[in-house]
């Protein structure tokens, strides 16, 4: 039974690997996570505002530039405007980097997805990445320097 007290949000992309390696280290660590598609159902503005802000993220920092129309569409341009940034990101939500998770101990782009360890209880076993890379041993302990 998931914990109640636990309640995590992610904002997942299921054709990213990072996404679905975050994805399956919350549910490793006993949660069943609220999944927001986010390319089916964006956050709203506000919502989205809100979230980069508790994240520590400028609108710029929380963009995506690879498999985007980032460049077609001139964002790399300093001269643009968070409210423009945010434009664009509503009107292309692919633009919103991912994955970012939101948990109650804070908000976060999970970009390495081991990143998400920092906002879970502990993993309830051993964790390998889809490309064979162990992040957390038989004991739920991380492996490595992540």
């Not at 970009?111 to 076993?125: F, I, T």
């Amino acid at each position: 039974m998931p914990d109640r007290a636990f309640d995590v949000v992610i904002y997942h992309n299921p054709d990213c690997g990072t996404s679905r390696n975050t994805l399956a280290m919350i549910r490793n660590a006993g949660l069943e996570p609220h999944v927001v598609e986010y390319l089916k159902t964006p956050p709203a503005r506000a919502l989205l505002t809100q979230l980069l802000a508790r994240a520590g993220l400028s609108v710029r920092q929380a963009l995506r530039e690879t498999g985007t129309p980032f460049a077609e569409l001139g964002l790399a341009d300093p001269a643009l405007s968070d409210a423009q940034l945010l434009d664009a990101i509503q009107a292309h939500p692919i633009l919103l980097n991912r994955p970012l998770v939101v948990s109650p101990k804070s908000v976060r782009l999970c970009r390495p997805s081991e990143r998400v360890l920092d906002l879970l209880p502990a993993q309830q076993g051993e964790f390998v990445k889809e490309d064979g890379e162990r992040v957390v041993d038989e004991e739920g302990r991380r492996v490595g320097t992540a």
